[in-house]
C-alpha cells in the first residue's frame, strides 16, 4: 500500500509538489496566527497589569489597546 503512494507521488511529482507547498502554506499561516494571538493576549495582561498596580489610568490603557488594533502591530 505504502510503496503504491509512493511510486505515485512520484509519478506526479509536480502535482506533488504543488500540493506540498500549499499545505506548508497552510500550517506556518496558523503557526503566524498563534503566535500573533497568543503576543496580543500577552500584552492585553500586560496593559491589566499596569493598570491594576496604578502605573496606567484605564483611559490609557484603552488607547494604548485601540491604537495597537488600528495599526496592526503586535507587541
Not at 503512494?5 to 503557526?31: D, H, N, R, S
Not at 496593559?47 to 495599526?71: C, F, H, M
Request: hydrophobic share 40%.
Amino acid at each position: 500500500m505504502m510503496h503504491q503512494v509512493v511510486e505515485t507521488a512520484c509519478q506526479y511529482w509536480p502535482m506533488t509538489l504543488i500540493v506540498g507547498c500549499f499545505m506548508l502554506g497552510m500550517v506556518l499561516k496558523t503557526f503566524q496566527s498563534v503566535v500573533t494571538s497568543n503576543s496580543r493576549e500577552r500584552s492585553r495582561r500586560e496593559i491589566a497589569a499596569y493598570i491594576a498596580e496604578g502605573t496606567l489610568s484605564p483611559d490609557q490603557g484603552e488607547r494604548i489597546l485601540r491604537a495597537d488594533v488600528n495599526q496592526g502591530r503586535v507587541t
